[in-house]
């Protein structure tokens, strides 16, 4: 077996703080690896320590993750089992669907955008209980999508959050269109295009524009998420990292986003 497919599934989680406090953020450093790729941490993230508690997983005798270095290396495990179409399909079983009313415990939080072709527990090979996904047109904040990642970092104690972009993002594209042209787009669709236009690259032109759009979107998101100040003060306690990584249509592929 290959190491970087080698099962992490013991679930192992610092009590969520009750105590919101704003973080100073400096020279925090740390590395973990994504599809063989070394992952610098963002300013504002760093790898988690491993704490005392643990968590029995659904898997029985596989350890879960219980830090975001861990889960970064079985995402991409996940993800390279997907690419080669080896995948397992883990956590499906009667028993573990059983299991799973006792509760859950995932081992990170993936927010991602709606698009029907990047449902993340396919494209990490990743089954019932292993991931928290919040998925919003072009990985787009509101209140509701911050409250449901804090949700999980806070309360489950997650020690990973991964903002998951893709190629050919047509939130992205819609976004940069209107900018263009400057025309209104209908409805709520505007409040998506509003909330990307700042990421929008206007140095460059036509799809490369929309193409830089979107890693500059991802970056945005991933850094608002980390300056958020209970996830702030997660990430200097060393208990979170919060990282951002793209997917590529073409490939399959996920890969960081420094």
């Not at 990047?118 to 072009?138: H, I, N, W, Y």
């Amino acid at each position: 077996m290959n190491p970087e497919d080698a099962p992490h599934r013991s679930v192992q989680h610092p009590p969520a703080s009750a105590t919101a406090r704003r973080a100073l953020l400096r020279g925090l450093a740390g590395t973990a690896t994504l599809g063989g790729l070394a992952l610098a941490a963002a300013p504002a993230s760093a790898a988690p320590r491993a704490t005392a508690s643990r968590h029995t997983s659904p898997r029985g005798t596989a350890p879960r993750p219980a830090t975001a270095d861990q889960a970064l290396r079985e995402l991409a495990a996940g993800n390279r089992r997907w690419r080669t179409n080896c995948e397992r399909h883990p956590d499906e079983t009667p028993t573990v669907r059983t299991s799973l009313t006792a509760g859950q415990h995932p081992f990170a939080v993936v927010l991602g955008c709606i698009d029907s072709r990047v449902p993340p527990e396919l494209v990490f090979d990743q089954g019932l209980g292993d991931l928290m996904t919040v998925r919003s047109a072009g990985e787009v904040l509101d209140e509701a999508v911050l409250g449901s990642v804090a949700y999980g970092v806070l309360e489950l104690g997650i020690p990973l959050v991964m903002v998951l972009g893709h190629q050919s993002c047509g939130a992205v594209k819609a976004a940069v269109q209107a900018d263009r042209s400057g025309e209104r787009l209908p409805a709520h669709i505007q409040y998506l295009a509003d909330q990307i236009s700042p990421a929008i690259d206007r140095t460059k032109d036509g799809d490369a524009r929309v193409d830089s759009t979107i890693d500059a979107n991802i970056r945005a998101v991933r850094s608002r998420l980390a300056a958020e100040p209970d996830l702030a003060a997660k990430i200097s306690a060393g208990e979170l990292a919060v990282v951002g990584a793209r997917y590529e249509l073409t490939t399959q592929l996920v890969h960081p986003i420094a």
